[in-house]
Every structure is written in structure tokens, then in C-alpha cells.
């Protein structure tokens, strides 16, 4: 079913942002994760007044945002279809691809073979080859790398593989090429990512990344809800690391942001130039500052700070315009380890012509989302359910 009175959508990852384990996460070591709940609690309660007001208490429990009485959004949850939990399956299942198998992971290092084809292709022999945080690897390793010139490789439980090298010794440009190669070389092993690292520092105590990390990503397995979108004349906006995700496939633009708080201010920058199509942002702070670093308390602040920010989203949002708010995965920092969880993502999904509130339910699939926008812009959809039916006014759809 289309609405025709919809011209634009905002479509809002919160990377990490996780709302209680999925049915099978003891198969991933995450049976008791719940990312938002455990912030919650461990920040002795959330103060997010308009994500409450949206219908965020109404999805799971929260300690300090109560169930609203008359929400404002759509509210629910969504289950992972997808095998694994990492930045690229969750996303590419938003946009309407499922993967049946995660993509190989290498907790004990990469190959022989990878290593000696990075070696020989760049001229360079990498430092690390370990599943490592990256904050810890550079503490570690980044002396060495100033004294030798030699990148630092290093992997997680997701599927990357990770560069990490000193602005100084390896400019970013080069490291960016050196990042290319290596993504030819890997293409075969089917490795999701290549991110480049830079960083920045005098020794192991002030050593620190810079914002110009890079992913360089497979191309999705088939067509996406982008592509669709961009086959029929309606461009795509990714804000965040969006273009890097999709390896640049059905991205019309792509901005590319320093924070969270950078990714805020370029959504509304992006739909303020925007007539009619898709705003994608991926705000990743939650996961890559907070999630992966165990800092519950500044995960909480960050919540907030979204929080503060989403009244001027909702402000620049018109009659005929669509938003919806998720994430690709948890990232739970009270579980054991550094890694994403595997968990349900919250959604909320609000238009000034909803009137009331109401339950989207457990969706079946993040592809949910995809089949909405699909219905929204009347494009094709290869997987999900649309939600837009509940989202219509009684005499368009809904009652």
C-alpha cells in the first residue's frame, strides 16, 4: 500500500543500541544482554523526555522513561533474521538483504595466505594479526609502529580487518590506498570490512584515533531498498558511514561525519536540501565510543545527547515527511567482553499526521523497515513486512 502524501523519509541508526537479547543469543555468547536496559541501570535511570514521549518505555521497560500513556510514535521491536551481529548485516537487512550465513570472523588472526598477499601487494609486513580492541592495540603496538613504519593489523569478533597507522608515519591517503589493496586481496575470503585506523600521538599514553577512519565494504549480496530508491529517480542521502556500508551502492551522497553530534547536525542539513527521497544517518558514538569501551555512563550522556537534539529534528519534519528511529545490533558494555550483542533494536516511527501512538509489535525482521519505505515510495521490496498500514490514518489503512 503507498501513501502518496509522504515525499521525504529519515531513516536514524542508533549503532549499538540494542533492546534485549534475541531467542538465540546464547548461540552468540549474549544471553544476557540488554544494552539499553543495563545503561539504564547502571545510570541509575535514562532522563529522555522525548524518546519517552515517542513510545521508547513502551517497547521494554527502562528505568527512568515510564511506558507513555498515549505515545506519540509507532512503537515495537525488531528480531535479527540475519545470522550474526555486526554493523554490515544488520544494516544490509534494514535495507532488505538477509543473509542466511555471518560473514567469516578470525578471533585467532588472519591466514598465512592474507598475510603474506597484504605483505607482498603492499610492500609493508604488518605488526598484531590479533583479535584486539583498538584503543588497545595502538597502547600496544603503537611505539613499535613509529619506530618501524609497519602498519598494525588487527581484527574483532566482526568481520574486519582493521589498519590502524600513525598520521605521521603512513599519511591517511596512503593509508587509504593500502586499505584498497587490501580489500582486493580479501574479496575472495569474503571479509565484510577493511576500516582504516589513523591515530594520532606522541607515545602509549597519548595515543589516540582520529576522525578520518575509513570502511572500505563487500558490496551488498543483491539489490537494496538504495538501489531500488536510486533506480527510480529518488536520490539517497547517507549521513554517517552509511556510503562506506553499502560500498557506495544506491548512495546518491555521501556525508561523512567526525560524532555523533556532527551526524545530527548534517541530518538536518541533508533534509533541508531535500525534496523528495531517503535520509539514511548512522550515529555510531554509541557503539564505537561507549559499547565497545564498557562505559555504560557514557553511553547513557550519549543517549541524552540525542535525546536533546530530536525535538529540532521533529521541528524540521513537514506534513509530508517520515521518520523512523532503530539500530543494527547491540552493544551491550555491562556483558563480558568488548564485542556487539546479539539483541532485538527498538523502532519508533513518527509523522505529524499519526494522531496517536500505537504498537508495531515484534517485527519478524529488520527488512521490516525496508518494505515500509518500499510501500512509502512505491518501489519494489525483496523481504519484510511493511508497518505502514498501522501508521495510516482508520480511513487509509489502519483500524
Sequence with gaps: MSFPGFRRAV???????GAGALPDAAQYGDAEASTLLHVAEVCGGLDLPTLQRLGLGNILPLPGVPAAARPAAGYGKMRERSAGKDTTTGHWELAGVVRDLPFPTYPHGFPKEVIAAFSRETGLEPLGNIAASGTEIIRRLGEEHLRTGRPIVYTSADSVFQIAAHEEVIPVDRLYRICRTARRILDPWGIARVIARPFAGRGATDFHR?????DFSMPPTSPTLLDNLQQNGLPVIGVGKIGDIFAGKGVSESIYTES?????????????GL????????????????????????FGATLREFDRWLPRLLKALGETDLLLITADHGCDPTTPGTDHTREYVPLLAWHRRLGAGVSLGTRGSFADVAATLAAVFSVASSAGESFLPELLPPAQGRG
Design 11 to 17: 531513516l536514524i541508526t542508533l549503532d549499538g543500541v
Design 260 to 272: 555523533n553530534a556532527d551526524g545530527m547536525a548534517r541530518t538536518l542539513g541533508a533534509l533541508a
Design 275 to 298: 525534496d523528495k527521497g531517503l535520509v539514511f544517518t548512522n550515529l555510531v558514538d554509541f557503539d564505537m565510543l561507549y559499547g565497545h569501551r564498557r562505559d555504560p555512563a557514557g
Design 210 to 214: 582520529t576522525p578520518r577512519r575509513h
